[in-house]
């Protein structure tokens, strides 16, 4: 059985940090590609970043330059490094797995606010 389980998320003030974990269990990790979406209330799920199992990266431009993701195969986990968050960055973020077909998690509550 497949699981992935987001952590991370947290309240946090414009131009700070917060690092997302995205724990997966029950398929290949190694060769699955990992994205990061995210939803804001009332808006449409947006993707924001993607790894391959190959490590190709993509980037959505809103995203491109503060945020990293990385993947550790040996611990089944992938990360998101958010840096200078703003408040648009506000949204319920969740891992997504693919391998053979679209896996998700629960999501974790990012919100950027002073």
């Known amino acids: 059985q497949v699981q992935i389980v987001e952590s991370g998320g947290g309240l946090v003030q414009p131009g700070e940090s917060l690092r997302l974990t995205c724990t997966a269990s029950?398929?290949?990790?190694?060769?699955?590609?990992i994205s990061w979406y995210r939803q804001a209330p009332g808006e449409a799920r947006e993707f924001v970043a993607r790894i391959t199992g190959e490590w190709r990266l993509k980037y959505s431009d809103s995203v491109k330059g503060r945020f990293t993701i990385t993947r550790d195969n040996a611990d089944n986990r992938a990360h998101l490094q958010m840096t200078n968050l703003r408040p648009e960055d506000t949204a319920v973020y969740l891992c997504?797995?693919?391998?053979?077909?679209?896996?998700w998690g629960q999501g974790t509550q990012v919100t950027v606010s002073s």
């Open positions: 997504n797995i693919f391998y053979t077909e679209d896996y």
């Open positions: 029950g398929l290949p990790f190694r060769v699955s590609t």
